[in-house]
């Protein structure tokens, strides 16, 4: 069945330094890619997505890329804040009208001051 | 601003009870999604609706049925609860299509002694 591998499970990280998660995905009709991020004791909240047609996308600090021929992509985190500890979740959906979502396991990101 | 609320945010059950968690949402939209949230495993899909009396299988849909009666109410129903089923639950709603936002609920906390 369908699958999303999110790697790696916690990442430890120094203030300022940048984080980087990477995700593969199974299913090759694959063809938009949210991540969401999950602090402590909240909801999951969409931070950024980006769509098979393009290969990077970027909103300030966070970009994400896209490999459609390898089937992985990867959430990128610059200059690094306390207010980025979060569990981050990647996910992979294919075009329907039911829009499932497929979600990675996640990855705890914390910050060392 | 989109509003996703569940009926209750920590519940403690015993074994062979009926349990229903309930979500509402205001955003008149059409897919709802309920998940199961456990550590390292990510969020599991367990059934997911794209329209008014209309049910889908997720991922790990045993133990557990649904009800969607009307547009904006989704319900998650354990027949008989289990220690096993002991979890943070997620629901979740969209509007139709690729690319749409899923908005989470705070999320239930059920614990089954």
């Known amino acids: 069945g369908e699958n999303v591998e999110q790697h790696p499970s916690t990442l430890s990280v120094q203030e300022g330094d940048s984080a980087v998660i990477k995700c593969t995905y199974s299913?090759?009709?694959?063809?938009?890619f949210p991540w969401y991020k999950q602090e402590l004791g909240k909801r999951p909240q969409l931070i950024i997505d980006i769509r098979s047609n393009v290969g990077e996308k970027k909103d300030q600090r966070i970009a994400v890329t896209l490999n459609k021929t390898a089937k992985h992509f990867s959430l990128h985190i610059t200059e690094t804040q306390p207010e980025d500890s979060a569990v981050y979740f990647c996910a992979a959906s294919r075009d329907s009208s039911a829009s499932k979502i497929i979600f990675g396991s996640g990855t705890r990101l914390s910050i060392r001051p | 601003d989109v509003k996703v609320t569940q009926s209750s945010r920590y519940l403690v059950k015993r074994t062979g009870e009926k349990v229903f968690l309930e979500c509402v949402q205001d955003?008149?939209?059409?897919?709802m999604f309920w998940y199961r949230q456990d550590p390292g495993l990510g969020l599991r899909l367990i059934y997911f609706?794209?329209?008014?009396?209309?049910?889908e299988k997720g991922d790990i849909p045993e133990g557990y049925s649904v009800s969607r009666e009307k547009k904006e109410r989704f319900s998650l129903i354990l027949e008989s609860a289990s220690t096993n089923q002991t979890s943070m639950y997620l629901c979740?709603?969209?509007?139709?299509?690729?690319?749409?936002?899923?908005?989470f609920g705070p999320g239930t906390r059920l614990t089954v002694l």
């Open positions: 609706s794209y329209d008014v009396k209309m049910k």
């Open positions: 979740a709603s969209s509007s139709p299509g690729l690319g749409r936002t899923q908005y």
């Open positions: 299913d090759s009709a694959s063809n938009y």
């Open positions: 955003m008149d939209h059409e897919n």
